[in-house]
């Protein structure tokens, strides 16, 4: 697409079969609010006779193919992530039900900006289709929570008898933010965008072992000493991605006993929070996502 001619969210949006164009963006957009849509879906430009997609799939940032799945084998069908080492915060990229993959593309290959990475389609599984009629880009830009993902897949019971054929680029361990933030600029300071989310909720947590989350991103601390840290204070946004994370000594009154707790809620957010079961329906206390997202966090420490 020319972004000279994407004037609005109509010019490239495609929605689900609901037809409200807003399915198509990233947030608490799909059934009636109560799900999440961790990314953009971007609809064709350009169909053959039989309605398939021509449009091709580029990348959106100079960086390294660091997943390739050619499977159909869950919900994002044919998908490819990348990793941005030279972003000023290590962002991912995430490209979603494509029809086919670039021949030749492996993990571990850089990439220029612009690189063809496959062509757009419609690919998932039989349980979550996708009609071609609304083939789409699944676009997603975000930060991946643990390392030790798999540790921590294992360890969970809904996981059970369902295998994870993707490591640590399976979804659940990927946190996205809305990725018209960075299509909205020419050029963008990933870290000046993570960092102006709003914070929506604080926890403190005590884990045994520093999160690799934060030795992956550093930017993301904002104060204290790491080194002799007892705990941390972490912010998190209301989609669930721990943007601030400050070190707190021992004898610190926020550190309470326990691994971790709910320390505060932004009002304003609330309602948000608990659509996106970051809170319990009564709004008081840790919802499944949160606690999912802790647990994730701390998987290095099990
Ligand atoms: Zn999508």
Do not use: C
Not at 210 to 230: E, H, V
């Amino acid at each position: 697409m020319d972004r000279s001619l994407l004037r609005s969210p109509e010019d490239y949006l495609q929605p689900t079969e609901s037809r409200r164009l807003e399915s198509g963006a990233f947030g608490m957009v799909r059934d009636d609010g109560h799900r999440f849509h961790e990314g953009l879906d971007i609809r064709p430009a350009g169909r053959t006779k039989s309605g398939e997609p021509t449009d091709l799939v580029f990348s959106a940032m100079e960086g390294v193919v660091a997943y390739v799945n050619p499977r159909l084998n869950g919900a994002y069908g044919r998908y490819v992530v990348m990793l941005h080492p030279r972003a000023e915060v290590p962002v991912y990229t995430l490209y979603a039900h494509l029809a086919s993959l670039q021949p030749g593309l492996k993990a571990g290959q850089t990439l220029a900006a612009g690189k063809v990475l496959g062509v757009m389609g419609h690919s998932s599984t039989s349980e979550t289709a996708i009609p071609k009629e609304r083939a789409h880009l699944h676009f997603e830009v975000g930060l991946m929570l643990s390392e030790r993902f798999q540790a921590w897949y294992d360890a969970d019971a809904d996981n059970r008898g369902v295998p994870n054929h993707h490591g640590v680029f399976n979804g659940q361990n990927l946190i996205g933010f809305d990725p018209t933030l960075l299509l909205a600029r020419s050029s963008a300071d990933v870290r000046a965008l993570l960092r102006d989310q709003p914070v929506a909720l604080a926890i403190t947590l005590r884990p045994k072992r520093t999160p690799d989350f934060l030795t992956r991103y550093p930017a993301l601390l904002k104060g204290g000493d790491s080194a002799t840290a007892a705990g941390w204070y972490v912010e998190f946004s209301w989609q669930g991605m721990p943007i601030g994370w400050t070190a707190l000594p021992a004898g610190d009154p926020r550190l309470r006993p326990g691994p971790w707790s709910l320390y505060g809620v932004k009002d304003q957010f609330r309602p948000q929070l608990i659509q996106r079961r970051m809170l319990t329906a009564n709004g008081k206390a840790a919802g499944d996502t949160l606690i999912r997202q802790v647990e994730i966090l701390t998987a290095n420490s099990r």
